[in-house]
């Protein structure tokens, strides 16, 4: 099966240790049940062989075993050896089932941290298609579900052991009545496999509406505030309906199929004992030994019960691994190839030649051309979709150019070590990222290698250090979800704090001031013009106020790059 080959190529030293537990533990009930048959018969008065006038396989090998070691089977030395052999077992079960929960743990972990890590390597373009909720919904309940069909397939296994030792022992009682024990139990699993197919297909619908409906409630409440400000929250509702109602009708169909075939399982399970009776009444044999037969018979279909269930488990849970593998293997056929080669100095700027950019057949970029002076203020300006922040992603890396390059003081980008390129570059994004947490956390995001010291110079330097040392607790106040708790400048300048606190030598401001009042516009580019002389900036915009502390402006339109006069900037333009 396709489940087993997976967990076995990737678990291999796990899974061969928990099959090796598996094995001996059944190996230890079969010794234990085979020395229960001169109990058996020492309980019901028999002399070994006597009824049925002949010895049995089992019966000959559990004499000659005993003859072996020079003991007589006899109460006292065998009971106490059912007894250790069943706390061994006990011991053994435990160990395996040990192993199995530490495994189960790595395969989430490891799922999670191969998906992040092919995230994280893939293209940008990669990004622009991801549905962000799914990709949340991967990592905190399809990974879970998907390490737990590891455990229910280990325990399939387990069972399967278990019934072979008992058809092993059953054969060496009786052929005939094991073979009709067999064929009845083949014949229970296959009848009620429809109840296992049922929940299989219950579970891949589980993952896709559930993947789908998180991703709308994702959307829905990062829209949160329009939706109430407008009163338009009802409308969640109807969006998420559908999904919902699928959701429910396959956990409904999961539930409906798992319980109905434990409930089928018992009648089917008496109806086969009885015919075993039946079987065993026109054969005959000695009672101590249809005592046995009875009871492996009844321990192998309530293990093949056992086995069928957690099967049902397994491939109703192995769809989120499937689903989950999927979005690793696009991930990683969209990995972005990060070029290697001079380590970039920003001393003289940059420079874009003839460049060109193509998407879906429509020209974006039609050979443009023109130069970043290293510690100036250079401003791109135009109409939205005019290919300003296509521009920006060529200059960091984000994405090349079908013709055309950019250069980085006269090297091209290609050439140089892309990772260290964008360790010099600080971002500051349209829409900025908040994370619910402290003003320091969000400055720093994380970074070790940074101290608090660090982050008060580059609040300072972006302005934001008056409005935050206000705030209760300061750089450990927390900003709320999405930075709600601050204005559209307050964020924009943590933002820029942000950018600067690695000490950037290119800051790209996409877009920084849109839909800032007034107030805040100056504050932000104040801090811009603040940054003249200490980093190189390119600030791109459709906004007219940014001309005002641009060294030098471009335009873009139609695809094509033209200078314009910077007003009251002639000096540092020339400069």
Known sequence: MRI??????????????????????????????????????????????????????????????????????????LLPIIVILYWLKAGVVLYSKRQVGYTVAHVATDLRLEMLQALMSARWSHFTRLRTGGAANALATEAQRASTSYEHMAMVCGHLIECLVYLGLALTISIPITIGAAVAALVSLGGLHALVSMSGRAGRKQTLFLKSLLTQVTDSLQAVKLLKATGREPLIEP???????????????????????????????????????????????????????????????????????????????????????????????????????????????????????AHDGAVVLDGLSFSVPAGKITAIVGDSGAGKTTTADLIMGLMRPDAGDVYIDGVSIGKVDLHAWRQLIGYVPQETLMLHDSVAKNVSLGDPSLTLDDTERALRDA?????????????????????????????????????????????????????????????????????????????????????????????????????????????????
């Open 463 to 575: 302005g934001a250090w008056e409005f935050v040392s206000e705030l209760p607790g300061g750089v450990e106040c927390s900003v709320g979800e999405r930075g709600m708790r601050l204005s559209g400048g307050q964020r924009q300048r943590i933002a820029i704090a942000r950018a600067l606190v690695h000490g950037a030598q290119l800051l790209v401001f996409d877009e920084a001031t849109t839909a800032l009042d007034p107030q805040s516009e100056a504050f932000v580019l104040s801090a811009i013009e603040a940054l003249r002389g200490r980093a190189t900036v390119l600030a791109i915009s459709h906004q007219p106020a940014l001309m005002g502390v641009a060294d030098r402006i471009y335009r873009i339109a139609d695809g094509k790059c033209t200078e314009i006069d910077a007003p009251g900037r002639s000096d540092r333009a020339a400069s």
């Open 4 to 77: 087993i080959r997976y967990f076995a190529s990737r678990y291999r030293a796990q899974s061969a240790l928990v099959l090796f537990c598996i094995v001996l533990a059944g190996a230890l009930d079969g010794v234990g049940l085979s020395a229960a048959l001169p109990v058996f018969q020492m309980a019901l008065g028999e002399a070994s062989g006597e009824a049925a006038g002949e010895k049995s396989a089992l019966d000959e090998m559990v004499g000659g075993a005993f003859e072996a070691i020079g003991f007589e089977p006899s109460l006292s030395v």
């Open 239 to 357: 969006l998420l309906e559908s999904d919902t109602a699928q959701l429910n009708k396959a956990l409904r169909k999961r539930v409906f199929s798992r319980e109905a075939l434990r409930s089928m399982q018992e009648p089917v399970l008496v109806t086969s004992v009885c015919i075993l009776f039946f079987i065993v009444g026109i054969i005959g044999t000695s009672a101590a030994e249809m005592a046995l037969l009875l009871f492996l018979f009844v321990r192998t279909n309530t293990s093949s019960n056992k086995m069928q269930r957690r099967f049902q488990q397994s491939i109703s849970e192995a769809s989120a691994l499937w689903s989950m593998r999927e979005m690793i293997d696009a991930a990683i056929a969209d990995r972005e190839t990060m070029t290697t080669g001079a380590t970039p100095t920003l001393k003289q700027g940059l420079e874009v030649r003839d460049v060109r950019v």
